[in-house]
């Protein structure tokens, strides 16, 4: 699939992807995130068509969506656990994840199974100004965590689609019954 636009629309098009009104979701977004109208009507053009299915992976390659970020971990993550685990001075706390080898992830994963005996990662909604490097630090976070990602989609209120973000967070495994 050739993309037509090089941009992308901040929004969680999920859960729209079984909905008929899922280009329309996708259009006002796209505009009100300034996109020309010539721009909309390139990626309408180009999903016209296609059964449902397809088109939710062609426009959701379009969105800035949470996928890229949240199934792989960040600096944070790894610091969190690490710090849990009092590992401050392990390698990987100062190590950029962007540059992990495979080395790196078999040595995370190693302390990972370690850490999780009590803590878990999970999903949690958070306004949409709270970022992805402050998902720790906010003073108000969510009391629902949801064990997977498409969980956590399936339970973004209607019309809130774009005023939630959703990031993976550990937390201490009592805290999720």
């Avoid at 636009?5 to 098009?13: D, E, G, H, P, T």
């Avoid at 199934?71 to 690490?82: A, N, P, V, W, Y």
Wanted: proline letters at 2%; hydrophobic letters at 35%; glycine letters at 2%.
């Amino acid at each position: 699939m050739n993309k037509l636009v090089n941009k992308r629309v901040q929004m969680n098009l999920y859960p729209f992807r079984q909905s008929a009104h899922m280009l329309s979701a996708f259009q006002m977004a796209a505009f009100g995130q300034g996109w020309t109208a010539d721009e909309i009507a390139l990626v309408a053009n180009q999903i016209r068509a296609l059964p449902l299915k397809d088109r939710f992976e062609i426009l959701n390659s379009y969105c800035s969506t949470y996928a890229e970020d949240i199934l792989s971990f960040t600096d944070e993550d790894i610091r969190f656990m690490l710090s849990f685990l009092q590992e401050e001075t392990h390698y990987l706390f100062t190590k950029d994840v962007k540059k992990f080898d495979e080395y790196d992830w078999s040595t995370f994963n190693s302390l990972k199974r370690k850490a999780t005996r009590s803590i878990k990662r999970v999903f949690a909604h958070f306004n949409e100004s709270t970022t992805e490097e402050e998902k720790y630090s906010v003073k108000k976070t969510t009391n629902k965590f949801y064990d997977t990602l498409e969980e956590a989609l399936d339970h973004v209120p209607a019309g809130q689609e774009s005023n939630i973000n959703i990031y993976p967070v550990w937390i201490h495994s009592k805290q999720t019954k």
